[in-house]
Every structure is written in structure tokens, then in C-alpha cells.
């Protein structure tokens, strides 16, 4: 199992879209979930390559900055 790293809300908002699903594999970058805030669409993106292993909130849910929103496995080294 390689490590677990926390994707963390850079803002307050919504969460407009998902745009991951558990299990699916990821790159740096890629985004996992939208968040709208002041009228605006922010992006959230995996820190790391790996698998998504969690979602922490749904379409629609609010998230506060600093929120955990989803959790991906990272690759092993």
C-alpha cells in the first residue's frame, strides 16, 4: 500500500462537479473536484499520481478552505 496524502480545499465554496471516481488512476494534476466560490470554477488537482481512494463530499455539498476533500493513494517510489 503506498502512502495516503489528504487533498485539501484551497477555497470556501460549492462543490460544482466531480470529476474523478474512486479507484481511477491519476497524474499530478488532474482535477478531482470543482468548487464554484464567487462565482468562479476552481479546480481541485491531485497533488500526486496515484488512485483515488476517497471522495469527502458530493456535487453540490459546500466546503470550507482547508477541508478535506478527497484522499489519493499515492504511487509506490
Known sequence: MGKRVEVIAE???????????????????DPLVIIESMKMEIPIEAPCAGSLVELRCAEKDPVHEGEVVAVVEMDPS
Open 11 to 29: 477555497i470556501t465554496g460549492t462543490v460544482w462537479k466531480i470529476e474523478r471516481a474512486i479507484g481511477e488512476r491519476l497524474a499530478e494534476g
